[in-house]
C-alpha cells in the first residue's frame, strides 16, 4: 500500500473540502445549535416550568412506560433532574448520530460526484496508484473529518450539557458509559455507513447536490431510532448501543464490498 | 533512437457495439515526437487510456516502456505524464499546491518536492502567482500548470491530449516551444494527439492517421505528403506579353491552370512533371523567370486520406 499517495489524496481532497461553503456550512452550523444552543434551552425548560406553574406529568407517564433499566438509571433523581438527564443525555443520544452521518455522507458526496463535476478525476485516474489506494484514500477523506468532528461535537456537548445542567444536578453528569460506547464504537460505523451509500450513490448521481440530494435518505434510520427513543420502543443503554453498533459495521462491510467493486478505474473513467 | 517505447499489436477496444480503437498496430520509438492525428471521436483519447492501463482492451496486446499495461499499470504510470483534454486541475487550489499533491503522488524524493516544484513554476512562468487559486488563472496558465504537473516525475514518456485546443496562438506557440525543448533537452518521447494538422507538421517527427479508430497512414510528413498526394500546384511566372500563349500551351497539354494577379498557378499529376513542364516552356521560346513547386502539407494529406476512406465505404 502506498500511503504517501493515499494521504496524498486525503490532504488534496481535505483542502478542496474546505473550500467549499456548502459542506462547510452544514458542517460548523448543525453542532453549533444542537451541542451548543440545545443543552441550554433544555436546561432552562425545568424554570420555565416553574415560572409557568406547569407541571412534568407527562414526562412522569413517559419514563414510566420506559424499559426498568432506564427507569433504574433516574432513580433518586428529582424531577427537575430527571428532566435534564431525560433529554441531555438520552434523547440526544440518536440525534447525535446525525453528525458524523451527515458529515461523512456531504464530504463523501463532494469527494466522489463532486470530483467528477469538478473534471479533476482523470488526473487522479493517470496516477500511478492502484485503484484501492485510490478507494481508500476516497474513503479515509470522508471517514476521518467526520469522526473528528463527531468528536469535536462530543467534547463540547459534555462541556454544554455539564455546564448548562450544573444549576439543576450539581455535578458532573455527563458522558455516562452508554455516551462513551456510542461515540467510540457507533460513531465511526455510522461515519462509514453515510461514506458507503454517499459511494454507491456518486456512481450514478450527475454532481455534489445530486449525490447529497439522493444519499439523503441514509437519515432515516437515524430518525427511526430517535422514534424508538422517543416511545421507548428502543431505549438506548449499553448492550444497545453495542448491538446497534455491530449491525451498522456490519451493514458497512456489505457497502463497502460493493462500492469496491464499482469504483475501478474501467468504469469511472467512462463516466469522466 | 529506435528502441520501441510503444509497441501495440492488433488493439481493439469496443465500447458494447461501437468500435473505438479498430485493429490498431503501431510502433513509437525512444525520443520522437509522434503525431496522432484524427477528427473528434476518432479513438485517440481511448488509445492513450488503453496505453497508460485505465482501460482493459477487447483484443490486441501492447507494451508501453518496459511495462504491460494490464499487469503493471500502477508502475507504469509513475513513468508516463499525461496531459488530458481538459486541464484537470483542482481550481480551489493554488498552483503550488495542485503540484505540490501529485509530487507525493508521483513519489517525487519528499526532499525534493518543493524544489521540484518551485523549479517547474519558474520554467513555466507561473511562480508570481503560485500561492493563488487556480480558479482565476487564463486559459493558457492553466494548460502551462497542467503540462508541469505531466513533468513533475520526469516521465520517460508524455501524452499530451489536444495541448493546444482553445488557446490563443501566443498561448499555443508557448506549449510548441515547450514540447520541442522536452523532446531535444530531455530526450523525452512524446506521443501528441491532436486535430490541429498545422501543430503536427511544426512538431512531429512521425504521424499516424487515425480514421473511425482504424490505423489510415503511418509516416514522417513528407512521406505522407508523396504517398497521398498525387496533384501538385505550381506557379508559373513568366513575361506579361507571353502570358497568353503560356496558357495556349498548358491548354495544348491538357494541363489545367488559372491565372492569380502576375502567375499562372498550373496542377500538375506529381512532382516527375515539374521536369517536363520547364521542358515544354522553354522548347516554346517562353521566358521563364520563376517555377515553383507549393509544398504539399500535412492538411492536404489528411483530406486526401480521408477522400480515399470515404470513396472506399
Aim: aromatic share 8%.
Amino acid at each position: 500500500m502506498n500511503w504517501r499517495a493515499v494521504l496524498a489524496i486525503v490532504r488534496k481532497d481535505l483542502k478542496v473540502v474546505l473550500q467549499n461553503k456548502s459542506v462547510i456550512l452544514p458542517i460548523v452550523i448543525i453542532p453549533l445549535v444542537l451541542f451548543g444552543v440545545l443543552p441550554w434551552m433544555v436546561a432552562f425548560a425545568p424554570h420555565l416550568v416553574n415560572i409557568a406553574g406547569v407541571s412534568f406529568n407527562q414526562l412522569e407517564e413517559l419514563i414510566a412506560r420506559m424499559p426498568s433499566g432506564f427507569q433504574a438509571s433516574l432513580a433518586g433523581l428529582n424531577l427537575n433532574q430527571k428532566v435534564i438527564v431525560f433529554f441531555l443525555v438520552y434523547m440526544l443520544a440518536p440525534i447525535f448520530l446525525i453528525l458524523p452521518l451527515m458529515v461523512a455522507s456531504v464530504i463523501a458526496a463532494d469527494s466522489f460526484a463532486g470530483e467528477r463535476e469538478r473534471k479533476t478525476l482523470e488526473a487522479l485516474l493517470y496516477s500511478p496508484t492502484t485503484d484501492r489506494e485510490l478507494f481508500l484514500a476516497k474513503l479515509l477523506s470522508a471517514w476521518l473529518p467526520a469522526v473528528g468532528v463527531a468528536l469535536v461535537g462530543f467534547l463540547m456537548y459534555a462541556i454544554m450539557a455539564n455546564a448548562a445542567g450544573w444549576l439543576v444536578m450539581g455535578r458532573l453528569f455527563f458522558p455516562n458509559l452508554m455516551w462513551l460506547v456510542l461515540v467510540f464504537w457507533v460513531v465511526p460505523a455510522v461515519a462509514g455507513l453515510g461514506l458507503g451509500v454517499m459511494v454507491l450513490v456518486s456512481v450514478r448521481a450527475q454532481g455534489f447536490q445530486d449525490a447529497y440530494q439522493l444519499g439523503s435518505v441514509v437519515v432515516v434510520p437515524v430518525l427511526l431510532l430517535v422514534f424508538g427513543q422517543v416511545s421507548g420502543i428502543m431505549v438506548f443503554s449499553i448492550q444497545v448501543v453495542l448491538l446497534l453498533g455491530l449491525g451498522v459495521w456490519f451493514l458497512n462491510g456489505i457497502l463497502l464490498w460493493l462500492g469496491n467493486r464499482t469504483f475501478q478505474r474501467g468504469r469511472l473513467i467512462a463516466r469522466v | 533512437m529506435n528502441q520501441p517505447v510503444i509497441a501495440i499489436t492488433n488493439l481493439t477496444h469496443r465500447f458494447g457495439e461501437h468500435i473505438a480503437v479498430d485493429d490498431l498496430t503501431l510502433e513509437v520509438r525512444s525520443g520522437e515526437i509522434f503525431g496522432f492525428l484524427g477528427h473528434n471521436g476518432a479513438g485517440k483519447t481511448t488509445t492513450i487510456r488503453l496505453l497508460n492501463g485505465l482501460l482493459t482492451p477487447s483484443s490486441g496486446e501492447m507494451r508501453v516502456l518496459r511495462f504491460n499495461p494490464l499487469q503493471d499499470g500502477p508502475a507504469l504510470r509513475a513513468h508516463t505524464g499525461v496531459l488530458t483534454e481538459t486541464p484537470s486541475l483542482d481550481e480551489r487550489l493554488s498552483a503550488y499546491d495542485n503540484l505540490s499533491i501529485f509530487a507525493d503522488l508521483y513519489g517525487v524524493a519528499k526532499p525534493e518536492v518543493g524544489r521540484r516544484v518551485e523549479e517547474l513554476l519558474e520554467e513555466f512562468e507561473l511562480l508570481d502567482r503560485a500561492k493563488e487559486k487556480v480558479a482565476g488563472y487564463s486559459k493558457g496558465m492553466k494548460q502551462r500548470l497542467a503540462i508541469a504537473r505531466a513533468l513533475l516525475h520526469k516521465p520517460e514518456l508524455l501524452f499530451l491530449d489536444e495541448p493546444t485546443a482553445g488557446l490563443d496562438p501566443l498561448a499555443a506557440q508557448h506549449v510548441h516551444d515547450l514540447v520541442l525543448r522536452l523532446a531535444g533537452r530531455d530526450g523525452c518521447t512524446v506521443f501528441l494527439c491532436t486535430h490541429n494538422l498545422t501543430e503536427a507538421e511544426r512538431l512531429c517527427d512521425r504521424v499516424a492517421v487515425l480514421d473511425h479508430g482504424r490505423l489510415a497512414a503511418l509516416g514522417t510528413p513528407r512521406e505522407l505528403t508523396r504517398q497521398f498526394v498525387k496533384r501538385l500546384v505550381v506557379e508559373v511566372d513568366v513575361s506579361e506579353e507571353q502570358v497568353g500563349d503560356c496558357q495556349e500551351l498548358l491548354k495544348k497539354h491538357a494541363l489545367e491552370a488559372h491565372r492569380e494577379k502576375e502567375t499562372l498557378l498550373v496542377t500538375l499529376g506529381g512532382r516527375e512533371a515539374i521536369p517536363q513542364l520547364a521542358g515544354w516552356l522553354t522548347g516554346s521560346g517562353i521566358r521563364l523567370y520563376r517555377l515553383a513547386a507549393h509544398e504539399s502539407d500535412l492538411e492536404e494529406v489528411y483530406f486526401s486520406i480521408h477522400q480515399i476512406r470515404e470513396s472506399e465505404k
